[in-house]
């Protein structure tokens, strides 16, 4: 059963930081990149920064490019994301995902973290 849980999220203030973690089990986790994206309320979901396989290559949103960094460790099959310099315009649930990797296989999601900037 393919299942991706994270975990990290809570309320912190304009500065602060947090780090989620994203369990992975149930498929190869070591072939797939990984991504987290966030949802605001009202708002479409987005991609905020993606890590490839090995995790020698990452991309992050304009948004958070400098605050924010993925990581992975494939030993543990988990993916990371530490948020530095925490704005209340980062406040959204963030979900992990693990993208398909070709027609006949499926985006796997997590069930978000909620992530509250707020003073």
């Known amino acids: 059963q393919v299942q991706l849980v994270e975990s990290g999220g809570g309320l912190v203030q304009p500065g602060e930081s947090l780090r989620l973690s994203c369990a992975a089990s149930?498929?190869?986790?070591?072939?797939?990149?990984m991504r987290w994206y966030r949802q605001a309320p009202g708002k479409e979901r987005e991609l905020v920064a993606h890590?490839?396989?090995?995790?020698?290559?990452?991309n992050y949103a304009d948004s958070v490019k400098g605050r924010f960094t993925i990581s992975r460790d494939n030993i543990n099959a988990t993916v990371y994301l530490q948020m530095n310099s925490l704005r209340p315009e980062d406040t959204a649930v963030y979900y992990c995902?693990?993208?398909?990797?070709?027609?006949?296989?499926?985006?796997?999601w997590g069930q978000g973290t909620l992530v509250t900037v707020s003073s």
């Open positions: 890590i490839s396989a090995l995790g020698s290559h990452t």
């Open positions: 149930g498929f190869f986790f070591n072939s797939y990149p």
């Open positions: 995902n693990a993208p398909k990797k070709n027609p006949w296989d499926s985006d796997k």
